[in-house]
């Protein structure tokens, strides 16, 4: 079984290499990047192989929150943790907002931290080989196919399939209108709120057995949409 990918991207190289240390104890593999362009120039390189991303948020150059934006535009897929010296909420807020899967506040118990990325990944498993199943239905991020409720095979487009990978990775979170339109279309294009119930309504006659009582994929009114496998 290959070992997971970690990519630690943080400033302090001690505390850097402490979390790698204890991570290669724990049989993972380590990435790492002490500045925001090389962390930019290693997760575009590297995304493919990676299961999560530690990110700090107080870099030298690069902060934080806009890296995770650039990697969110990159692959949307991996994961990312937070590491941050702020216990503020509006920071844990704006975190959230970005897409962050968790966050730990330093300093940290490296116990803790080992225990939450154990259990993030766990989560997020299921998309790192770019298969994702639930019931007899499944999607493929990498060929664009998925076989809908029926068994029947079909091929979507590359946004319809983004806005499936930003849901199911976050599942039983819900994503907002705002942020789905962040990660999946460029600032000048003219994404709405329309367009997304579209697509929502699409995959509710592909993946529901009644497509009016959804199980899986549920609007919030007035928020955004939710995923529940």
Same mark, same amino acid.
């Given at each position: 079984?290959?070992?997971?990918? =970690?990519?630690?991207?943080? @400033?302090? %190289?001690? &505390?850097?290499?402490? *979390?790698?240390?204890? $991570? !290669?104890?724990?049989?993972?593999?380590?990435?790492?990047?002490?500045?925001?362009?090389?962390?930019?120039?290693?997760?575009?390189?590297?995304?493919?192989?990676?299961?999560?991303?530690?990110?700090?948020?107080?870099?030298?150059?690069?902060?934080?929150?806009?890296?995770?934006?650039?990697?969110?535009?990159?692959?949307?897929?991996?994961?990312?943790?937070?590491?941050?010296?702020?216990?503020?909420?509006?920071?844990?807020?704006?975190?959230?907002?970005?897409?962050?899967?968790?966050? =730990?506040?330093?300093?940290? @118990?490296? %116990?803790? &931290?080992?225990?939450? *990325?154990?259990?993030? $990944? !766990?989560?997020?498993?299921?998309?790192?080989?770019?298969?994702?199943?639930?019931?007899?239905?499944?999607?493929?991020?990498?060929?664009?196919?998925?076989?809908?409720?029926?068994?029947?095979?079909?091929?979507?487009?590359?946004?319809?399939?983004?806005?499936?990978?930003?849901?199911?990775?976050?599942?039983?979170?819900?994503?907002?209108?705002?942020?789905?339109?962040?990660?999946?279309?460029?600032?000048?294009?003219?994404?709405?709120?329309?367009?997304?119930?579209?697509?929502?309504?699409?995959?509710?006659?592909?993946?529901?057995?009644?497509?009016?009582?959804?199980?899986?994929?549920?609007?919030?009114?007035?928020?955004?949409?939710?995923?529940?496998?």
């Amino acid at each position: 079984m290959q070992k997971p990918h =970690i990519f630690i991207v943080e @400033d302090e %190289e001690n &505390l850097a290499n402490t *979390i790698a240390l204890n $991570l !290669k104890l724990e049989n993972y593999e380590v990435l790492i990047a002490r500045t925001g362009g090389d962390a930019l120039k290693l997760f575009t390189a590297n995304h493919q192989a990676l299961q999560l991303v530690l990110l700090d948020v107080m870099l030298p150059d690069i902060n934080g929150f806009k890296l995770c934006q650039e990697f969110r535009l990159i692959d949307p897929s991996v994961p990312v943790m937070f590491l941050t010296a702020k216990n503020q909420t509006a920071e844990k807020i704006e975190g959230l907002k970005l897409g962050a899967d968790d966050y =730990i506040t330093k300093p940290f @118990d490296l %116990e803790e &931290l080992l225990l939450r *990325i154990s259990n993030l $990944l !766990k989560r997020t498993q299921k998309v790192s080989a770019g298969v994702f199943k639930f019931d007899n239905c499944e999607i493929n991020f990498k060929t664009y196919e998925i076989i809908d409720v029926t068994g029947k095979k079909q091929t979507l487009s590359k946004r319809e399939i983004g806005l499936l990978e930003l849901l199911t990775t976050n599942e039983n979170k819900v994503i907002s209108r705002d942020e789905i339109i962040n990660e999946l279309w460029e600032p000048d294009e003219n994404a709405s709120s329309r367009t997304i119930d579209n697509y929502i309504l699409n995959f509710r006659k592909f993946f529901e057995n009644n497509s009016r009582e959804p199980r899986h994929f549920h609007s919030i009114r007035g928020v955004g949409y939710k995923f529940i496998k």
